[in-house]
């Protein structure tokens, strides 16, 4: 059963930007900072199929989104264990950079690099040979890493229109 928060006004709608995302919640999850509300929850989405993770979800109706851990596929690599449940994520598409909102300064605007966005798509089964679903997840990632855990933690999941 799905966490209720009676601390949010009627009507509360959350649709926060890539921005917000990454300097709003990622950013503060990861340097321990309070939250502006607390609606996303610690799961690691990893050990479930998408269609099990609404209910783990402490917000939303088309959309969840989860802090998560982001495994390794190999202990002293950098390529990533996307295994879940009874299929996996596959990364599709180019990465999309996420920068901070334009500052006007006396040399121009100045736009800052805070984040990259990347698309999965989950398939049933093994690869090669998987079964693609409609399910969509949306990772997000700091640019830069201060130390090694502040990387590691992937942002959000939705279903596909």
């Known amino acids: 059963m ?4 009676s601390s949010l006004p009627p009507g509360f709608r959350f649709h926060p930007t ?8 990622l950013m503060k999850k990861l340097s321990s900072s309070p939250f502006p ?3 996303i929850a610690d799961v690691d989405i990893y050990k479930f199929d998408p269609w099990d993770l609404p209910d783990k979800s402490v917000f939303g109706e088309k959309e969840w989104y989860f ?8 202990p002293n690599g950098a390529r990533p264990n996307r295994a879940a449940g009874s299929g996996y994520w ?3 598409g180019t990465d999309k950079i996420i920068v901070t909102s334009s500052m006007i300064t006396g040399r121009g605007e100045v736009h800052s690099n805070i984040g990259v966005k990347k698309a999965l798509v989950f398939y049933k089964g093994r ?3 998987g079964i693609k679903t409609n399910w969509i997840m949306h990772e997000y990632r700091l640019s830069q890493s201060p130390n090694s855990n502040y ?6 999941l939705k279903i596909a229109p």
């Open 2 to 5: 799905k966490q209720q928060h």
């Open 18 to 25: 890539d921005e917000e995302l990454v300097l709003h919640y």
């Open 37 to 39: 509300a607390s609606i």
């Open 67 to 74: 802090f998560s851990p982001r495994d390794r596929k190999y």
């Open 90 to 92: 596959k990364a599709t």
């Open 127 to 129: 690869p090669p040979k």
């Open 151 to 156: 990387n590691s933690r992937p942002l959000g």
